[in-house]
């Protein structure tokens, strides 16, 4: 799972940058041989791929990676898996995270989580709001 979690990280690093706060999809090539339906999305400094056909016999597939372009953002991906249970995967600042799921992912939302200032820090959160994948 490593393996394949670094080259979907090569995958999404070459994939073209999207800018702005919505979430947005773009699509990626997947590896050679494989037979993949992966998708890419951005959300502020957030990236994650799903992938709903990976060709290993698991339902699902996701990747969540945040950035280090000058942000200081964690991550929470909220997915609603299409046997209707709703599914969670953390990710810190500058790290990323994979995991694969029983049932196909149908919905997506991102929130990041950041603080400003320092005495006393104040907590932040923004999200995507909740799309179709």
């Known amino acids: 799972m490593f393996r394949r979690a670094f080259r979907r990280a090569a995958l999404v690093t070459a994939a073209t940058a999207v800018t702005g706060l919505g979430l947005t999809g773009v699509a990626t090539a997947a590896p050679a041989g494989a037979q993949s339906c992966a998708k890419t999305y951005h959300y502020g400094a957030t990236e994650v791929q799903i992938d709903n056909c990976p060709g290993d016999g698991a339902p699902s597939w996701f990747w969540i990676h945040t950035k280090t ?5 964690s991550a929470t991906a909220w997915m609603t898996l299409a046997n209707g249970s709703r599914v969670t ?9 994979a995991h694969e799921w029983d049932a196909d ?3 997506l939302e991102i929130c990041e989580y950041y603080t ?5 820090p104040i907590p932040l959160h923004r999200c995507s709001g909740e799309h179709g994948v």
């Not at 372009?69 to 953002?73: A, E, F, L, Q, R």
């Not at 995967?89 to 995270?97: E, I, K, P």
């Not at 400003?116 to 006393?120: E, F, K, R, S, T």
Request: no cysteine; hydrophobic share 35%.
């Open 105 to 107: 992912i149908r919905s």
């Open 116 to 120: 400003i200032g320092w005495a006393p």
């Open 89 to 97: 995967l953390d990710v810190a600042v500058n790290h990323s995270t």
């Open 69 to 73: 372009s000058g942000s200081n953002y």
